[in-house]
């Protein structure tokens, strides 16, 4: 008798098993378990248009299983079970940032199984997205959302104090500091805020200069003026009050919570949170938070029109090397990754990764932010370029940053002290 390693390798039963009809060269499981982010269970599974694994699930008789973490936890114990010899995860998101060469080889190379039983169109998927996921010409793993960002403002509390809208990034600081108050009830309102904890806002407003932490060709942005002047607007918001004195233990879910509850004028973050912001049953100013592209300085106003390059990350679905159950777990990832799902789940605010979701009327009359994040998606980028040790190197910035803003260092030499230790960490 052939083993199912050697079937499988054959090519042999994949056609048959990954129709998802029923004959199985893998035992088909009582349920899938999908390691992933909480915001993916909550666009797939709880989204506005339902729960976009129903009906595989039903046709399958397998049951869906999320392990929900953030995001560094989330990767921890992704490569620790896709590093053992087996693993109860069948298919885990993993972000761009943590996709490298090594890490890849944990992974399920894709190319015979889309070649066996391939994805709806794949041509439709935004390139760029796709040969990212590219290692030694092979493919492991399938984009399923992208988070472009975008800037949010709280339209109710720029027409409390006066404010006109900012219409570039120098208008944005300036209205930071006028809508930084305190209501007669009380309640304090902060202009400005992004999460404290992490990187890749600070990102963005060295974006606004067309500035960069790490150039996707490896050269270091960090000490450049750009993103100087991105630290010290921090540094002068912290001083002035504009950010709260505890900014650096702040999590990108609390800025959601402070947004929604009104406590916070602008911030920086992906698009699809603007629906989050203005759910009706919980948000304070429901439909008042509006969004836009990140108005470029008034110096790149000519080079950017549109937007300024903010960054781009981007989830991709993959398959541990070591999991039991891959025919099912590909079948749910055709499924996910398919024209439709693609445009419900942009519906509940996910970042549509096909080309042809920002032609269809469901999207862009629903969403008033689709035209602008079209037009940030055309000079978007990355944040940080994949290598081994873009984590570290993201700590290390972190670790720097929050010097600068907190006035342990001055601006310029905690940069400084963030090029030189990240410097030996480049490839």
Not at 406 to 413: D, F, H, N
Request: with cysteine; glycine share 6%; hydrophobic share 40%.
């Amino acid at each position: 008798m052939f083993s199912r390693r050697h079937l499988l390798k054959s090519g042999s039963l994949l056609p048959m098993a990954l129709t998802g009809i029923g004959a199985s060269a893998q035992s088909k499981p009582a349920k899938l378990t999908i390691l992933s982010h909480r915001v993916h269970m909550s666009v797939i599974s709880q989204g506005k248009s339902g729960d976009l694994t129903a009906e595989w699930s039903k046709k399958n008789g397998i049951a869906i299983e999320w392990v929900t973490l953030d995001t560094g936890p989330l990767h921890e114990r992704m490569f620790r079970e896709a590093s053992l010899g087996s693993t109860s995860i069948d298919l885990a998101f993993i972000v761009n940032t943590r996709a490298t060469p090594v890490v890849a080889n944990l992974f399920e190379p894709l190319d015979s199984w889309m070649q066996s039983n391939p994805l709806e169109d794949p041509a439709d998927l935004f390139p760029g997205l796709v040969n990212a996921m590219k290692f030694g010409g092979k493919q492991y793993a399938v984009p399923h959302r992208h988070a472009t960002t975008g800037f949010h403002y709280n339209e109710a509390i720029f027409k409390e104090r006066g404010v006109p809208i900012p219409k570039t990034f120098e208008d944005v600081i300036e209205a930071a500091k006028k809508l930084t108050f305190t209501r007669p009830d009380g309640s304090q309102v902060f202009g400005f805020l992004i999460e404290g904890d992490n990187y890749p806002n600070v990102i963005d407003m060295a974006r606004a200069y067309d500035g960069d932490f790490i150039t996707s060709d490896f050269k270091l942005g960090v000490n450049q003026p750009p993103m100087l002047r991105a630290v010290q607007t921090m540094r002068d918001f912290y001083a002035a009050g504009v950010i709260p004195r505890n900014w650096t233990a702040i999590k990108g879910e609390e800025v959601n919570t402070w947004m929604q509850s009104g406590r916070v004028a602008m911030t920086i973050t992906s698009f699809g949170r603007t629906q989050f912001y203005n759910d009706k049953d919980k948000a304070k100013h429901p439909g008042d938070v509006k969004v836009m592209a990140i108005p470029a300085s008034k110096e790149l106003q000519g080079k950017y029109p549109e937007s300024a390059p903010a960054k781009t990350e981007f989830w991709s679905m993959c398959m541990p090397k070591n999991a039991a159950h891959k025919v099912y777990a590909w079948s749910l990832i055709k499924e996910l990754s398919s024209k439709e799902n693609t445009i419900k789940a942009g519906l509940s605010g996910n970042g549509p990764v096909r080309s042809s979701s920002y032609a269809d009327a469901r999207y862009t009359s629903t969403l008033p932010y689709a035209a602008a994040e079209a037009a940030t998606l055309k000079v978007a980028r990355v944040p940080l370029p994949a290598f081994d040790n873009a984590a570290k190197a993201g700590d290390i910035f972190v670790e720097e940053l929050q010097s600068a803003v907190l006035g342990r260092k001055p601006v310029q030499l905690a940069m400084q002290d963030a090029e030189r230790r990240v410097k030996p960490l480049l490839p």
